[in-house]
């Protein structure tokens, strides 16, 4: 765990020290995600994740047995995002 105190600038910002980027796996332009529940903040990396639903079946050498609509793909999306507590 890392714990060190840091202030605020005038404009509200704060630098994230090497050892939390690294622990994170982020770098400058990478974006985070902040989850605040009362007082206690916890910063996640965000990584956006490009997948080619067309080439799925051959990655995970599965076939589907019946086809999915698009209505039970975003269902399935905002309850992954419920789950992350982003709805």
Known sequence: MITKEFKLTKKSQVTIPETVKA?????AGDAVI???VKD???ILPFRKRA???MTLPQKY????KKPVTIEKMNETIRGG?????LN
């Not at 995002?81 to 507590?85: A, I, M, N, Q, V």
């Open 81 to 85: 995002w419920r789950k992350l507590g």
């Open 51 to 53: 997948v080619n639903i």
């Open 61 to 64: 050498h599965t076939i589907l």
């Open 34 to 36: 902040f989850d605040v």
């Open 40 to 42: 206690i903040v916890r």
């Open 23 to 27: 622990s994170l796996g982020i770098r």
